[in-house]
């Protein structure tokens, strides 16, 4: 009989098998190579306000408990900057708790590469050693900074934060007023998010996967 | 004998190989251009315009005409429109009247609902919650959409108008104050969306009134999947003009 004599490879159903996955297979590599370019392009939903043009970070000197910060002194790096104060009773250490989470989320090499500064708005209370106590015991990779009155003032109107010493309670003593922003600086030194008060450390942690893609 | 030529297709399976990659090649390129061709229509027609997110705001504390505090915090989720002048300046009237005009184009202004706030910040060290009142009222401002507001100290007026805001002004020892005609939109989020300093064929009324607009327009509508459509127009530099 004929069909017992036709070697297995040469069938006719084999041979098709054969040609649709030599089309298949690259079709599917190709079809992968789309979807993880389209992934990779496709517009990033940032949890804040993108800034889209070359807006850059005005440099400072402030001081920390373990001597003078420049924001230049992280040139390369994105830097997430907060300003808050050491007796905030839930804004600051929310907004200090998320970003932490956020950076321990990242691989060790692409935590390496962010930073964050807390700047009081409160110099007459916070020390440079109380806020280094202060932000460490969110993150050891946290600085803390101050300054005097002018420079802190002149630091804060910069960027975008109004503050002012409002009321209080005895236990408290007084709150201050404060924008509650979380701004983040690219590797460029280009101030790129306004993030609001009350974005999640997962939002955060994804905004800065997406800078350091 | 066995005639393997006769049972096996393959001079016939080539051709059908080639011609079905071949509908596969041409499909994935219509696709791909499709993909290019709607990119090049979207940034050559437009279709959704907005104002360029140029930079921060600055953060501030003054004190208005009532002697009331007015601070950045106040005009959040508000468009604001900042304006500089004083009240002893004798060559403002173009910079008074171009809020104004404005402040009367509200009304029939495209802003879906969104309000927004003119403030005229004065420059003038010795400018008082009076004296701005006075000035309020010469130049037609309403109190509900039109504020002025100051600081009596140089330094951090300095640091809002013209580090903040991006506008000259100098204070010489005569007690001349030297400024430069500028107006800035901001929007609800504390940014700066552009910046009138310079002339156009359009008024700066017009222009600003406009922008209002798109900027009310975007706010309203970019939220869920469109926001991906604003953030391309952000990404194309589909600014208005």
Known sequence: MTETLVPEAEHPSSRRWLGLSVLLVPLLIAGLVFWWGFNRSQPHQFSGSVIQGLSAAPDFTLSSDRGPVSLSDYAGRIVMIYFGYTFCPDVCPTTLADAAAAIDSLSDDDAEDVQLIFVTIDPARDTADRLGEYVRHFDDRFVGLTGTEEEIGSVATLYGIYYRAGEGSEATGYLMEHTATLLVIDQAGNLKIVIPFGVESDAIASDLEYMLR | ?241
């Open chain 2, 1 to 241: 004998m066995v005639d393997i030529t006769t049972v096996s297709p393959q001079p016939i399976q080539e051709p059908r190989l080639t011609q079905r990659g071949r509908r596969w090649f041409v499909g994935i390129a219509v696709l791909a251009a499709l993909v290019v061709g709607s990119v090049f229509a979207f940034v050559t027609f437009q279709p959704i315009q907005v104002l360029p997110r140029v930079r921060l705001a600055p953060g501030f504390s003054l004190v208005d005409s009532e002697g009331r505090s007015l601070t950045s915090e106040d005009m959040r989720g508000r468009f604001a429109l900042y304006t500089f002048s004083y009240s002893s300046c004798v060559t403002c009237d173009s910079i008074d009247q171009t809020m104004r005009e404005v402040q009367e184009g509200l009304a029939s202004a495209e802003l879906r609902g969104f309000e927004v706030a003119l403030v005229t910040i004065s420059v003038d060290p010795a400018e008082t919650p009076e004296s701005m009142a006075s000035y309020a009222e010469s130049v037609g401002a309403d109190p509900e959409v039109w504020a002025f507001a100051t600081v009596n100290d140089q330094r951090f007026l300095a640091d809002v108008v013209a580090g903040g805001f991006g506008t000259y002004f100098s204070l010489g020892d005569d007690g001349i104050i030297t400024l430069d005609r500028s107006f800035v939109l901001v929007d609800g989020a504390g940014i700066i969306r552009n910046e009138y300093k310079y002339a156009t064929q359009a008024s700066d009324s017009e222009r600003i009134l406009r922008h209002l607009g798109v900027l009310a327009e975007e706010e309203a509508n970019s939220h869920g999947p469109a926001g991906l459509a604003y953030e391309a127009a952000h990404l194309f530099l589909c600014y208005a003009p």
